[in-house]
């Protein structure tokens, strides 16, 4: 045009224009002849009127500003000068001048102001990207202003323009973000015929002026409008605009009955106005109105069949039906796995990078071209995103329901869910899920580990997705739990504790994890476990092969990586413990739960004394961070000890052990120096002397003092003397700090009966001043560990069994060191009278106020030599055979009559036969709902007699048999047991909680009380009450003991040890927790002997001697007594509980009497069993105890249950319901308020039979 313009009529254009050809340019070029060339417009047939005229009817199709200029000046010559001004406004808005445009986006409020015209000025080509863009966000603006007809034709023209631009492009042209913003271009669009509809209808009532009209429209523009919206809504109550735009800002709980009420109204109004539709029906199907929800669907397709929106609508395909953008391989598991095979087959061959996220405790390989983000956002590329979360598995949730919380909200906004599958990836066992939505395909992935949820979401588009299936499949090989077997700050800190040139390649690391899940499938899949090394690497030659020390790296990564002990296992076989490439796997198998891998781990320690010493001054210091996604973790009892330092030092040769201990003890962590000074209670040999006596030396450690000269014991003469020198300096005043320590070293330097500790002891007994201690340092003795005058003589080198500080809780100078000096001064007094004829000191009884001076004189004695003065351990009897100990009876082995015994004759039968009763009780409409089963089954695990489950390795159809010393209860035991599987047995065992037996002993902890099974049974409600009072009660006396605090909290330290000794020619395992409580140190221990396929346990080494080694001459085993004979011969098998008592008070024969309880379908059957000599009175009605019980002997008993109590029972069933939990705190608290209100409360009755 610039340099003239020549038209030829046979050019055949006029021609193509009435055939609608679409070129172009045509309509410009044609509107040009006309106005400027008039005659050669006229010769070829073409007249202006047929040109404006007609297509005027269809303008915007053409974008070019010429036709409407033309147009313009063609009108303005007809005098339609309102038409011409319009044009021309057009013109302007399809192609402006640089200087006469406005383009930052804050002048899009003057349009208020200043109408069409201002608006015309605002568009410019260059902020657009696509036509359709332009005309869309040019319509959106006339809808502001109230231009609703011209808003409506701008619309038609972007959705043209939107449909020709996907049409003569092919997709691969376009790019992601011209695609995305011609969508945007396409959803303004569309947007604005339904908005237009309710604005004509709203202005039309006087239900929303201008300026609301522009308000409404510019907030829902700007995006996050939920609370402009609101406060829109509450000035337009009427308006249909504005409650529609509003509810597309709603958050759920918006949508009340209120909301949902309008929105039935409006769509029963505007039917198949696709706004109304995409606002409202959301909210309908989450409640559930899903015939409305589909009708209203049905009448959007009639309206418009191919309107884009009914397939974008928050609604599931069971609602739409199957959407077409959804691709059909996501809609089952096997067309998916097909997929992600072909896209995913080259992420093998990428170089790999290893990334660790220590404070969300996982591990993810990804193909080094990805680095993935430090939040939330795991990743994102071209628009597809992997989000990663961690979260408590606090709902103990197995399979499916772990990843249903997330699918529930998935569906309540709309996504349908194709399926869910559970799977074996290299992480661990997992359930995945696939789901799809309007314009986005996802993937979820929850791998369940110990006490963690790991949750893995992708997304994107459909064709990103596609595109990056490759990527979700290296996550879903990479992506494993960090804190499988230590803590995930341990773990780091031991892989990078060696020199980086020895660190495994990635690519290694990554090898060694796929290995390793092919194991676990095998296995899994019925294979045994193959022999030797799964790990390739290993396997390498020549120039391939790997150094030793970064074989030792890689099978330290791998071990903490390994999610099964089966594969933890497996990599022992690469190295044995004496190997140099074993010497970093030594630490973390010596830790391990596993027994045989903790055997190992002992071998390893005494190979590499130094690598295990230096890791363990790195990552065995303060608090211990559990590993939470250990497969045992939810199993193990909340308060269990890590195994620790102490296990350490228990492990090492005693020279490796006591250098350790220097530098835990000297060191600047506390935990560590505890940890040391309670390993030597278990292993005096630990001890370093010449670091014991700097500690005794050491102003201002006298806890630390007395705990080390304990462990070690005060019979030699120099650790008596460093004991002295650190009274001596609290008698000074030197550390007034430590009292119960002072208190501690004064009773067992009082035992050693010493003329010249008489003074210091009269000195520590006078009344003085000292700080109050913290109430929590008096916490009472273990159950089966009560202190002992004196410990045996025993090798320095063996485990002790009697390692016990006592702890007195007056204060320093009180009764309790004012009666240790009186029976110190009355011990000497019998040493001094015996000296020379110590048989006239014979044993005193139990109540004798003197027997605690007359047992240390007696002790005193033989340390002198005066050996006949007391019971001294005669000659070993030699030992019995592996045979015996396998196959005897146990009361074959228990030598003498004074036993108390007792018997489950088929443990398994028993315990399910106690919960089927339970289940049977009637109980009164108060507290009939509860499910007593399941109270006896959390009952059971709460009482840690974990051994008597499927689970504990036993053989549960085979008798279960313990013995007691008499006199001492189940404090000393020893129990018989047949195994099923020794790892899993032992395993149950080193898990026992503290003053607990794992279930083991459950015979003689119940046998002697089982004639109260009957009343056991017919009290049920009032043991409910007691059981929920105690429950409660509990936790009040925290609250009040933490009120009660002054000061710091005592030093505390709880760990478990395991290690072996020898007693009576056997070895056996010795498991213990080792606990400190200030200056305070118990040892709870147990041992246990495999014979055969039985196991035999200990409450300690004392009752072990007994059984383990033949019985003294002349002395009859317990089978052979006459009572138990006759008492136990007429047992039955099956589900009972049998128990013979020994007791020198009952009044019947020979002092025995048999109790059996066996149960049946009809309930719990009791016999009593014994012999009585005793005459009948004369006169008596009676010449029997048999005449005396009832024919029926059924029970019943009738009480009353408060209004506080009956909160509790509901609090109850709150607890046992596993939907009802997060409501516990808010109970709890309020049955803690009514339980202690002081009015009377009202009373229901309740039955109870049995």
């Known amino acids: 045009r610039s340099i003239g313009f020549h038209f030829c009529p046979t050019c055949g254009c006029v021609a193509a224009w009435r055939a609608r050809v679409p070129a172009r340019g045509l309509d410009s070029t044609l509107a040009y002849l006309v106005i400027e060339q008039p005659d050669a417009a006229a010769a070829a047939g073409l007249r202006a009127d047929e040109l404006f005229e007609e297509t005027g009817r269809d303008a915007l199709r053409e974008p070019d500003r010429w036709w409407h200029y033309y147009r313009s000046s063609w009108l303005s010559q007809r005098d339609r000068h309102d038409d011409a001004v319009a044009a021309m406004l057009a013109a302007r808005a399809l192609d402006l001048p640089g200087d006469a445009s406005m383009t930052g986006d804050s002048e899009r409020h003057e349009l208020a102001a200043h109408g069409a015209l201002s608006r ?119 308006s249909t605009l504005v409650e529609i735009m509003a509810q597309t800002w709603f958050a759920p709980e918006d949508f009340d009955e209120g909301a949902r009420a309008r929105g039935r109204a409006l769509l029963a109004a505007y039917p198949g106005n696709m706004l109304v539709a995409t606002a409202t029906l959301p909210a309908l199907y989450r409640a559930g109105e899903l015939d409305r929800v589909k009708q209203a669907v049905a009448e959007a397709r009639d309206r418009d069949p191919e309107h884009p929106w009914i397939d974008q609508l928050a609604l599931p395909e069971d609602v739409l039906g199957a959407r077409a953008r959804t691709p059909a391989w996501v809609r089952s598991p096997e067309p998916f796995d097909e997929q992600l095979a072909r896209e995913g087959a080259h992420h093998e061959q990428d170089s790999w990078r290893r990334h660790a996220r220590v404070h969300d405790s996982v591990e993810l390989f990804l193909p080094a071209r990805y680095e993935p983000g430090k939040g939330r956002e795991l990743l994102s590329v071209d628009g597809y995103k992997v989000l990663f979360a961690r979260e408590s598995r606090a709902s103990r949730c197995v399979g499916d329901a772990c990843i249903e919380p997330s699918l529930e909200l998935w569906r309540a906004s709309g996504l349908t869910v194709h399926w869910t599958r559970a799977v074996e990836l290299p992480g661990g066992a997992a359930i995945e899920a696939v789901a799809s939505g309007p314009e986005q395909l996802l993937y979820l992935l929850v791998i369940p580990s110990g006490g963690n949820l790991f949750t893995l979401t992708a997304g994107g588009r459909a064709a990103q997705f596609t595109r990056h299936l490759g990527l979700l499949d290296a996550l879903r090989d990479g992506l494993r739990p960090l804190d499988l077997v230590q803590g995930s700050q341990a773990a780091e800190l031991l892989r990078v504790n060696s020199p980086p040139q020895t660190w495994p390649s990635d690519q290694d690391r990554v090898q060694a994890r796929l290995e390793l899940a092919a194991l676990r499938r095998r296995v899994q899949g019925g294979e045994a476990p193959p022999s030797g090394c799964p790990l390739s690497a290993f396997s390498r ?279 240790v000096a009186q029976d110190h001064a009355k011990a000497l007094a019998l040493v001094r009278r015996h000296r020379g004829h110590p048989e006239a000191l014979g044993e005193p009884e139990e109540d004798d106020e003197d027997a605690r001076a007359i047992r240390w004189a007696r002790r005193a004695l033989a340390r002198s030599g005066d050996a006949e003065a007391t019971e001294v351990e005669a000659a070993p009897r030699g030992r ?235 002395v009859a085993p317990f089978a052979a007594f006459p009572a138990f004979k006759r008492l136990a011969g007429s047992w039955a098998e099956g589900a009972s509980l049998q128990a013979l008592l020994r007791d020198a008070d009952f009044p019947v024969d020979e002092n025995a009497v048999a109790v059996e309880v066996a149960l049946g379908a009809a309930g719990a059957r009791v016999r009593y069993s014994f012999t009585d000599k005793s005459e009948v009175r004369e006169g008596s009605q009676s010449s029997s105890f048999a005449d005396v019980v009832p024919e029926s002997p059924v029970s019943k008993v009738s009480l009353t249950i408060s209004r506080d109590t009956r909160e509790l029972l509901d609090s109850l069933r709150d607890e046992l319901d596993p939907a009802a939990k997060s409501k516990k705190s808010k109970k709890k608290k309020k049955n803690k308020s009514k339980s202690k209100s002081k009015s009377t409360p009202k009373s229901t009755s309740a039955t109870s039979r049995a």
């Open 880 to 1114: 019995r055979s592996a045979q015996q100990l396998a196959t005897a009876p146990l009361a074959a082995l228990l030598p003498g009559s004074d036993w108390t015994f007792a018997r489950v004759a088929n443990p398994g039968l028993f315990v399910s036969s106690v919960t089927a009763l339970l289940g049977r009780v009637e109980l009164g409409s108060a507290v009939g709902s509860l499910p007593l089963p399941t109270i006896a089954r959390e009952l059971v695990k709460s009482q840690g007699w974990e051994l008597l489950t499927d689970e504990g390795g036993l053989d549960l159809a085979r008798p279960i048999e313990c013995a007691s010393p008499d006199g001492l209860g189940a404090s000393s035991f020893v129990c018989v047991a047949t195994v099923a599987d020794r790892e899993r047995a032992l395993s149950v065992l080193g898990r026992r909680a503290f003053d607990g037996d794992a279930g083991l002993a459950m015979p003689l902890n119940v046998g002697p009380s089982a004639g109260f099974v009957p009343a056991l049974l017919v009290l049920t409600p009032t043991l409910l009450r007691l059981y929920l009072d105690g429950y409660w009660d509990e936790d009040d006396e925290d609250d009040e003991a933490e009120d009660d605090v002054v000061g710091p909290p005592p030093r505390t330290l709880r760990e478990r040890v395991r290690t072996r000794r020898s007693l009576a020619g056997q070895t056996l395992d010795y498991y213990a927790l080792v606990d400190i409580t200030g200056a305070r140190a118990v040892v709870d221990r147990e041992l246990y002997l495999f014979a055969g396929d039985r196991l035999l346990v200990f409450s300690g080494a004392d009752v072990a001697r007994e059984v383990l080694a033949p019985p003294k001459d002349g």
């Open 120 to 238: 015309a000025t605002l568009w410019q080509r260059g902020r657009h990207r696509t036509i359709a863009g332009l005309h869309a966000d040019a319509g959106y603006t006339a809808l502001q202003q109230g231009d609703l007809d011209l808003a409506r034709r701008y619309a038609a023209s972007a959705l043209r323009w939107s449909a020709d631009a996907r049409a003569d492009e092919p997709a691969g042209v376009w790019s992601t973000r011209a695609r995305v913003t011609l969508e945007q271009a396409s959803n303004t669009a569309l947007l604005i015929e339904p908005a237009s509809e309710l604005a004509r209808g709203d202005m039309s009532r006087g239900s929303l002026d201008a300026q609301g009209l522009y308000e409404v429209l510019e907030r829902h523009s700007e995006g996050d409008a939920r609370e402009p919206m609101l406060a829109l809504r509450a000035r337009y109550p009427d």
């Open 541 to 819: 030659a020549g120039e391939r092969a790997l150094p030793v020390p970064t074989r030792a790296d890689l099978l330290l990564d791998a071990f903490l990586a390994a999610p099964t002990t089966t594969e933890r296992r497996a990599l022992l076989e690469c190295a044995a413990p004496t190997e140099p490439a074993a010497a970093r796997l030594a630490l973390v198998s010596l830790l391990s739960e596993s027994p045989s891998i903790h055997d190992y781990g002992r071998q390893a320690a005494r190979a590499h004394p130094q690598q295990v010493i230096a890791e363990s001054l790195l990552v065995l210091r303060g608090e211990p961070a559990p590993a939470v996604s250990a497969a045992d973790f939810l199993s193990r009892q909340s308060d269990l000890p890590e195994h620790g330092l102490a296990q350490v030092l228990v492990a090492l040769e005693p020279s490796a052990a006591q250098r350790l201990w220097v530098s835990a003890v000297n060191g600047p962590d506390e935990r560590q120096r505890l940890a040391a000074l309670a390993a030597g209670f278990v292993r005096a040999a630990v001890v370093d002397d010449a670091a014991l006596r700097s500690l005794t030396e050491r102003p201002g450690t006298t806890r630390d003092a007395a705990l080390g000269l304990l462990a070690v014991r005060l019979d030699q003469p120099e650790n008596a003397a460093r004991a002295r020198a650190v009274l001596e300096g609290v008698v000074r005043g030197d550390d007034l700090a430590s009292p119960e320590a002072a208190r501690a070293l004064a009773i067992w330097l009082s035992r050693r009966v010493d003329p010249q500790d008489r003074a210091l002891l009269a000195a520590l007994a006078r009344p003085r001043r000292a700080p109050r201690t913290p109430a929590r340092a008096e916490t009472g003795e273990s159950k089966r560990d009560e202190p002992r005058d004196e410990p045996r003589d025993e090798p320095r080198d063996e485990p002790r069994d009697d390692a016990v500080v006592p702890s007195a809780p007056a204060p320093l100078g009180g009764e309790t060191l004012q009666r």
